[in-house]
């Protein structure tokens, strides 16, 4: 059972009614995770798990210390303050504490749809069970997985401040591979309302690519003109609003960081096309309605029209540099000022290029540079003269993604849409478009498919 409102507050009252440190923040949580897992178009598993969970951490004299438990009952709960508040006499200071937050005031984000946290398996094995027919047909074996997860839980502070939330999210993947294994096709989309996942979609391309995959060639790597899909650009930069840290930033450690303890702050880095927000209230992607420790989240601009527009501060940085803490962020989301154009039409307008459905193993290399090392995986194309030429062998790559996302390097911009990274299979999404950019850095080849 998922906890309620009523039941987390009283659960976090019981928690801190046992502490006697000075300061302390508890917090329960409750999930529901279920899965799906298809391959050799098979199904091969499926299962849900159900947890709760509780974790405190408490303060005295100024050092820390924290425990949790998997244990809901009073017995425990006591137990794991006890230990919290023991490891917290014998810890060095904590010199990045401040108070927990007294009361706050939330706007819900509304990320919790009912029919998403109470699926019907019946639904689920019958849209599998269309997405294996469908591979069969088209002579191609295929792989998923469909996994949905609901959360629930909040938190209560030694100074008053109580906060509840509930989300969902569903998602799938589906990988459909020639029987000779020499061609992919990838294809991942998530969303917190599971009426709007579109499971024939995410099929449908997954066997395209797979079936336009055969007979890739070999070039040699290299600068080439770039159209990644919406997805290969997630795999990207899927979570870099997250990365726009000003305390790295100012110490040196980022790639927004400037001479003499300077930021790039107010700097145009990016091409005019570029814009990322936060918005907690986007309709297709709520975030979370509390950041950077509780505080009350809001809409935030990151980028402006290629402009660096804000870095973050946590509660603890922002009271060293005597600013105000940031409320944010809780989500990417790309905008442009510019034409939005479509993946045919970034084509069209390419004499020579390459088409990138998805990179896979990503690594970063340099903070200082926002460089990043990977592959490219399950699609590839050449552009010869606006049209798909072959298909090609995969590539790794070294990019900056502030120089992918510099001035004059984003030629054309695509229609956002919500879609998560591959590597976190879609725990969580951004809102991202297809883009056309004018160099993309290929080191070397790859063999992976």
């Known amino acids: 059972m998922l906890l309620t409102e009523k039941e987390t507050k009283e ?76 490891i917290a006499a014998t810890a060095p200071p904590d010199r990045e504490y401040v108070p927990t937050l007294g009361p706050q005031t939330y706007k819900p984000t509304n990320g919790y749809v009912e029919s998403t946290a109470n699926l019907s398996l019946d639904d689920r094995a019958k849209a599998i069970g269309a997405i294996i027919s469908k591979c069969e047909k088209n002579g191609v074996i295929g792989a998923g997985f469909h996994s949905a997860r609901v959360e629930a839980g909040g938190s209560l502070t030694k100074n008053g401040n109580f906060e509840y939330e509930r989300s969902t999210n569903v998602s799938l993947s589906t990988t459909a591979r020639t029987p000779d294994g020499t061609s992919s096709g990838y294809f991942l989309r998530s969303h917190f309302d599971i009426a709007k996942l579109d499971t024939q979609r995410i099929a449908n391309e997954a066997i395209r690519k797979a079936l336009e995959g055969k007979g890739a060639r070999t070039i040699e790597p290299g600068k080439y003109t770039v159209v990644l899909e919406p997805q290969a650009v997630a795999d990207l930069m899927g979570n870099f609003g997250f990365s726009l840290n000003a305390r790295n930033a100012e110490e040196g450690r980022s790639v927004f960081s400037a001479a003499g303890g300077k930021t790039r702050l107010g700097e145009k880095m990016f091409d005019e096309k570029v814009s990322l927000i936060s918005d907690p209230w986007n309709p297709e992607l709520p975030g979370s309605q509390s950041a950077n420790g509780g505080l009350p989240a809001e809409r935030i601009a990151m980028i402006e029209n290629g402009v660096l527009k804000t870095l973050t501060y946590n509660r603890f940085w922002a009271k060293q540099k005597n600013v105000e803490p940031t409320r944010g962020p809780v989500n990417t989301i790309f905008q442009t000022s510019g034409p939005i154009s479509t993946i045919e039409e970034m084509i069209k307008s390419t004499e020579k290029g390459v088409l990138v459905g998805r990179f896979w193993y990503i690594r970063g290399t340099d903070p200082r540079t926002a460089s990043s090392t990977g592959l490219t995986r399950d699609g590839v194309w050449m552009i010869e003269n606006g049209k798909i030429a072959y298909p090609l062998r995969n590539f790794r790559f070294n990019q900056s993604v502030t120089q992918m996302l510099g001035p004059g390097n984003v030629l054309m911009v695509g229609k956002s849409e919500r879609v998560g990274g591959s590597e976190g299979g879609g725990a969580s999404a951004s809102l991202l478009p297809a883009l056309k950019l004018k160099e993309f850095n290929f080191t070397s080849q790859s063999e992976a498919v």
């Not at 924290?66 to 009073?74: A, I, R």
């Open 11 to 86: 659960l976090n009252e019981k928690i801190l009614s046992y502490v006697k440190a000075d300061d302390a923040i508890a917090g329960v949580g409750s999930d529901k995770l279920s899965h799906l897992r298809f391959a050799g178009n098979n199904i091969l598993t499926s299962g849900t798990r159900v947890s709760r969970s509780a974790n405190v951490t408490v303060w005295i004299g100024g050092k820390r210390g924290g425990s949790s438990t998997n244990d809901l009952d009073d017995a425990s709960l006591k137990s794991m303050v006890e230990q919290a508040q023991k």
